[in-house]
């Protein structure tokens, strides 16, 4: 069992530990909203929890995420090895080979309790078309994430997705997969989707922005306001301070690097 916080919340005191029942439950609500929001089709996505002990609850391979049952997820190690006996409608579920970008992300990230990799669309579009997300001009996603990395391109479901995301996991709690999707992090799973759903809802806006042909960045003093705002909460940890100064000319930073 793990300690959770309130839904949404990701900050505040610890809260009571959640069972793995509960887990359960919450992870099959996550999945629904995944592919009732569309991002997810088909088989595609996975969504684990860390549960403690180097035990981890997954989506398991090959399944629509709108139609799994809490009885139908499984217990793994580190190694991605199913734990425990199998029986009912767990017996002949195989593990997902994605799961291994999760692994890495709890490798790289000890305060990440829950690991969503999604597909959602507008996102991935605009990473085949070349337009990032990491910069300054929605304040929300300064305030949410600092800013949204794109990771290198990695063959789906091979060992190079956990390796496209060193480097960045560490600094960001929400990624995007070049060409093949997301991965968003959290304090629970309801917390790491939340995360998705801004995400998506931020390359939504970066297309029309796109498609108008007239986006404007922040005002240097305005993203510095939102940095300063980061790094008073502890937000603005890892490279963040650096990458903000690359994107958008904010360096310097009061109280930056405090740590995670």
């Not at 997820?73 to 994605?98: F, Q």
């Not at 560490?170 to 629970?188: M, P």
Request: proline share 6%.
């Amino acid at each position: 069992m793990s300690l959770i916080r309130h839904s949404g919340e990701s900050g505040g005191g610890e809260q009571r530990r959640k069972t793995e029942q509960e887990w359960r439950q919450e992870i099959i609500h996550v999945c629904k909203l995944m592919w009732q929001k569309d991002y997810v089709a088909a088989s595609d996505g996975n969504v684990s929890v860390r549960l403690g002990g180097d035990r981890y609850l997954v989506t398991p391979s090959g399944f629509s995420k709108g139609f799994l049952e809490p009885d139908q997820l499984l217990v793994i190690d580190g190694d991605a090895e199913p734990l425990g006996p199998r029986y009912g409608a767990a017996r002949h579920l195989r593990v997902s080979s994605e799961i291994l970008l999760h692994l890495e992300a709890y490798k790289r990230r000890p305060d990440v309790l829950s690991v969503l990799h999604a597909h959602p669309p507008t996102a991935i579009a605009l990473s085949i078309a070349g337009i990032s997300l990491a910069r300054c001009v929605l304040p929300e996603v300064m305030m949410s994430f600092g800013l949204i990395p794109t990771t290198a391109y990695a063959t789906p479901a091979s060992a190079e997705g956990a390796k496209v995301i060193a480097g960045l996991i560490e600094s960001y709690d929400a990624l995007i997969l070049r060409r093949h999707g997301s991965v968003t992090v959290g304090k629970s799973a309801w917390d790491a989707y939340l995360k998705l759903e801004r995400l998506e809802h931020a390359a939504m806006i970066t297309r029309t922005i796109v498609q108008l042909g007239g986006e404007t960045p922040l005002p240097s003093e305005e993203a510095l306001k939102l940095a300063e705002w980061r790094a008073e909460r502890g937000l603005l940890v890892g490279t963040q301070p650096e990458d903000l100064c690359r994107a958008c000319g904010v360096c310097h930073i009061p109280g930056a690097n405090r740590p995670r």
